[in-house]
């Protein structure tokens, strides 16, 4: 028997060719108790809108698991399966090679179907990224793992995360009169380093929800080209970061247009900014990170002295990586301006 009747393939996913363009059908809709504002469900609904019907959605613990499936209640309209808080890699994995043995075996009609595994940066950037990692070495099997990144363990009341940025108030960070700075570790770089230690993963992105349909051709493309891919989303949290929920739109944006948070992608091992990062690659200036720290609650204890700090670090990953925003690896001739 030919491979191709049994293995599941790739469905072919061509981008959304502007907004009007983009389907109108709904897999994630209402039935869901996230906070008002929440990016987070904004990206399960694009990110299902842009796989389609024929895809399985599993997610690990997290706002995303538990304000989505309160007792009788879901959004979801394709099939859906909670995940231990660290397992969305073994999920992914687990579940892709499940569908290709039962095609294989017949007890399956071949057809392709879209695998899509996300979870919180707590459950995917740190507790569960050796089961990522070992999930983008096998390339016989095709899923996307989504990390949403709203830089704390948020469903438990906003602890931080290797995710959580430089300085952040979380309830594991209170800044005190004797101490202002508790977080003192930059944030890790999550996608860089998945992308640029996984040579059999074919496609790694950032994305953000501000730019909704980058976001679901991203998807598209990674559904598209197949084996295990990874895509790390954005996502502002008006409970977690403390603002107004109307802002967080604006505040994606501004997360891009900082440079704080550089919007590419990694096809093949070909490394291309999008959108308004790249036209700061190409010498647009990068807004103050101030314009976006200050809007946020979690910074409001922040002096002159946490911006100045901040802004150096990102216009270091600027001015001084060997791919801007992407891989933290510096020419010496860098290193010594
Ligand atoms: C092994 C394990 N440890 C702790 C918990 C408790 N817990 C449930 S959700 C959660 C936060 C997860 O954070 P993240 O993955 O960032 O998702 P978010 O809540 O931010 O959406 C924690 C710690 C758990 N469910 N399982
Ligand atoms: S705490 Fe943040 S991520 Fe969780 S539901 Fe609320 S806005 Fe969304
Ligand atoms: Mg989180």
């Known amino acids: ?47 299902v809108k842009a796989s389609g019907p024929r895809t399985i959605v599993l997610g690990s613990t997290g706002c995303m698991y538990v304000a989505n499936t ?17 397992s969305s890699g073994s999920a992914a994995l687990g579940t892709a090679a499940g569908l290709k043995a039962l095609m294989k075996k017949g007890r399956m009609r071949a057809e392709p179907i879209n695998v899509i595994a996300f979870c919180g940066d ?75 230690g996984h040579p059999e993963c074919r496609y790694v992105a950032t994305v953000c929800a501000s730019y909704a349909v980058e976001m679901m051709n991203k998807v598209r493309r990674a559904l598209t080209i197949g084996g295990p891919t990874f895509i790390h989303s954005l996502d502002p949290c008006p ?16 997360a891009v247009e900082t440079g704080i948070f550089p919007l590419y992608e990694v ?10 990062t790249k036209a ?6 990068r807004k103050p990170v101030r314009e976006y720290l200050l809007k946020q609650g979690r910074f409001a204890h922040f002096t002159e002295e946490d911006l100045g700090y ?24 860098a290193a010594k301006k």
């Open 122 to 196: 707590g459950g995917g950037a740190d507790m569960g990224l050796g089961a990522i990692s070992a999930t983008l070495t096998h390339k016989e099997y095709n899923s996307l793992i989504l990390l949403y990144d709203n830089e704390s363990y948020a469903n438990t009341d906003i602890q931080l995360s290797g995710s959580t940025p430089y300085g952040a108030n979380t309830t594991f960070s209170p800044p005190g009169s004797v101490k202002r700075i508790i977080h003192t570790r930059w944030k890790k770089n999550t996608a860089g380093m998945l992308a640029a």
């Open 280 to 285: 700061i690659v190409e010498g647009r200036p």
């Open 310 to 333: 901040f802004q150096a670090k990102v216009d270091e990953m600027w001015d001084k990586w060997e791919i801007p925003g992407v891989i933290p690896f510096w020419k010496e001739s």
């Open 267 to 276: 096809e093949d091992g070909v490394v291309r900014h999008y959108g308004k």
């Open 70 to 86: 309160t007792y009788y209640t879901t959004p979801w309209v394709v099939p859906w399966m909670h995940t231990q808080l660290g």
């Open 1 to 47: 028997m030919a491979e191709t009747t049994f293995t599941n393939a790739p469905q072919i996913l061509e981008p959304f060719k502007g907004v009007k363009r983009v389907t109108l059908e709904e897999y994630f809709t209402s039935g869901h108790r996230t906070c008002q504002g929440c990016e987070s469900a904004l990206v399960m609904k694009l990110m």
């Open 239 to 254: 409970k977690g970061w403390d603002y107004d929920p109307m802002l967080s739109h604006e505040l994606g944006e501004l």
